[in-house]
């Protein structure tokens, strides 16, 4: 077990190697683009030869690779072009504030799906399985965007129930909450739905569960004390990888809500070609896919006795 | 009031005045050139009002008495405001002038009306003019507002090394020899603590004027001195303090004690700038959830949404705000004329007008002058004519047609329809336009390299400042490459010109000049449009977008 944990964490740690390595070229070699980012472009050529000296781009790169790699794991990622301040302070918080509606989104995602797919999965073909299905495809099948604005017109429009925008701008206020965290849940719950339901329905017909059902089990439990821990393998991982999508798959709602997450972060860094900001948030976005991969992995191994990696 | 009284203002004033009253000169005009001489606003209008024959009112105030307090929140994008020499946007003038001011302001009404200073005189030629700074004002830091602290702004604007656009635009204070730019000796002499008189190497009219543009607030005499970051030390002399600031969120300004400020008591108790980034369904969600009062600007595809909204005003003004198409005559295959005569003829302005901008404006004439301007005439129009323009081309050396690119910034939206119409009109001709849409940072990076691109220019007062900042031989602004001294002399007559009629007329040759040039298509000019709650009073929509919050209160 510690060694299988060990090679995951040295393929890990090799991923994170070779991104960095490509985030770095594509970047930060050419150091005449970065002097023209950072100085404008009304500056002399000789100003931005001594900036560039002054910061060390006339080296090899694979000096400055090296001394790049270094401040980055000493958590200095450079100030940012547009937001003038040091990109790490600014990544934390923008972090925390994705993290926060992400967490709210999990919190009431993964509990409403998989009970949905259980009811689903656990009497395959009937009238509650085809509804939930098909209500499920509908919703995955409206791309955010749409539904933000669906939502926002009924929601704070028409019944003017909710704030049209979350910018926080007096403090936390969880009600600006929920209409982004409402977008993220309606476009995300179909998919874990469908996978607890095929998961559930595939377990329904083993022999072990049929004997249950012989043997007098009541339904109930049939379903939850047998079949809903061995269901739930397939469906947890996946659960675990749309973590990955809540870090940077939900710039549109943020950028729709004017929310200051991560996601508008790098949006608004692409857009504006602030390379400290997008170095920065790619590194964090492939560690955060990574780092999830890996423990989907490890936790998978847990709930299944029936798989070893060794 | 008589005549002789007026003429000791300025000798050109009786001429205006006699113009007034024979309909020669518009009152907007008269209003505008007096003013510019040194005749104070309040004394233009009564004479106007008087040589019309009709009341000199100024512009009407809402219905309803001013109640004091409140924060008004406006959302704008919040860019970084540092220094206010390098302005390029106005959103961060808006900002700024909450704190800091300028010498001169203009009116939403398009008329440039004393601030900082108090008064000011020209001489015959326009060419020297002496400005009265006004007493009693006071920065925010205690010290008093004095003519080293204009001269101090304008060393700063006018040195290369600062990089700022008020370099070309008071280029007349500074010489340049063997490469190298700098004040003319004497250009800029202190006569007493709140008097300077600006020497000028030629005539000009819009001196003023300039100094009401967006880039031009004063700081402190030990701005550089104290760190040269308005953000880290908001030291000024205007009616906010700044609280809190922070780019890509928000700024928080606080009224300053009523006593301190030179000016009448502002209504509102603070204003809160809130970026609502770049989505245009967050900028109307938020007026319409009550979480912002008022909006920088709207564009106009939200015109419709935002008219159904209830407790929403919406305002408007026609401006000379406009997008210029314009090529660079030093790149191929644009430095030959005939290809831009060509492409010109393949446009039908009022049409590109209706496809990229709903109608909400009027057509160009490719050149900077704006019917809004004083100098404005109203060339014969320019007719669609593919034949010409297949002609043109054959002549040019491109009988199969021509492949070329157009570059366009991805906000405001209806850059990109520009091009796009402009790609489909000109594809019967042969020419394959392809239509590049560009993110801001891109675009802007390199602005004046582009072959072939949409650029938009704010609305200024008159229209020499757009010829003099965009057109002149060498400036930083000049984005097409032209360079023809003959326009040169004839722009530096033109800016010696008090007569309105004569200016006119000058300025008609140099219209006709970068018409026949064709190195700009200047499709249609623009209404702006914006929104606000219901709950803002007095609030006056700015042709350029500035915002002048000490009459707005929130009821």
Redesign the interface.
Known sequence: MVIFLGKRLVYMLLTMLAVSILVFLLLEVNGEAVATKVLGPYISEEQRRLWLEANGYLRPWSVRYVEWLGRILSGDFGESIVFKVPVAGLLAQRLANTGVLGAVVLAVMVPLSIALGVLAGMREGSWLDRSISFVSVLTTSIPEFASAVLLTFVFSYWLGWLPGISMMAEGFDPVQLILPAMVLILYGFGYITRMMRASMAEVMQTAYIRAAVLKGIPFRHVVTRHALRNALIAPFTVIILQVNWLLSGVLVVEFAFAYKGFGALLLEGALNQDIYVIEACALVSVFVAVATQTVADIAYTYLNPRIRFT | MNIEDLRKVHVAIPALVEDLERGRLGRRDFLRTATLLGLSAGTAYFVAGKATGGHAVGPVRAQGEPRKGGVL?IGMSVL?I?DPAVYDWSEKANVARQIVEPLARVGSDNITRPHLAERWEANDDVSEWTFHLRRGVRWNNGDEFTADDVIATFERWLDPAT?SSNLGRFSGLTITEGGVTRIAPGAIEKIDDHTIRFKLQRSMLAFPESLGDYPALITHRDFVRSGGNLIENPVGTGPFLLESFS????AVLKKRPPSEYWGDEVYLDGI?Y??????P??Q??????D?VDLLYTLDIALLPAVRN?PNVKVYEKVTAIAGFARMRVDQKPFDDKRVRQAIQACIDHQRVLDLAYQGLGVKGEDHPVSPIHPEYSELPALVQDYGKAKSLLAEAGYPNGLDIEINCV?DPKWEGNVGQVIAEMVAPAGIRLKVNIL????YW??WTSWPFSVTQWTSRPLGIQVLDLAYRSGV?WNETGYSNPEFDRILDQAEATLDVGERRELVRRLQQMLQEDANTIVPFWTKIFTASTDRVQDYEYHVSREQHLEKVWLS
Do not use: H, N, Y
Request: hydrophobic share 35%.
């Open positions: 929140r970084d540092s990089g780019v890509g969120e928000g809160q809130l970026d609502l980034g770049g989505d369904a967050a109307i969600a938020g007026l319409a959830s979480q909204m991805a993110p801001g940072g891109t990076d390199r930083p």
